[in-house]
């Protein structure tokens, strides 16, 4: 039962972060900014929708008890929407952009990096549960 519980909410987490990676999903970091910006300039609202998965971490954690990788798993997606929304404002509101920092970027990634949280969060939902 508990092992069905866990693929059931391994599999619903993975479809979730596909789909994150699908809209975001570019060949640069800058590129990636952009289709993030689309969404946020037509409303932050709309863009924080955009990420399930950071509600199914706020879900989980109250589902497992505030399980200290529950926990981890949500602490990681806030740090990563708030790291979007802090470069959003950074390159496309302010304006402000280093030399170095527009050359990193504009670096390309490589095909398989958008898709590492799939493989790298789905550890937290199995370790909850242990």
Known sequence: M?????????VLYIVLEFYEVQWQKAETIMGMLARMYEQYHKSI???????P?????????????????????????????ITKILLIKKVFIDKELSEEFTVSLFT????????????LYPFFIYMAFS
């Open 2 to 10: 508990l092992e069905n519980t866990i693929f059931i909410y391994i």
């Open 108 to 119: 390309p990634i490589g095909p398989y990096m958008p898709y590492i949280g799939i493989l």
């Open 45 to 51: 609202f709309l863009f924080l929708i955009m990420h």
């Open 53 to 81: 998965t950071f509600y199914f971490a706020v879900w989980f954690v109250f589902e497992t008890n505030y399980n200290p990788y529950a926990v981890t798993l949500l602490l990681f997606k806030s740090a990563d929407i």
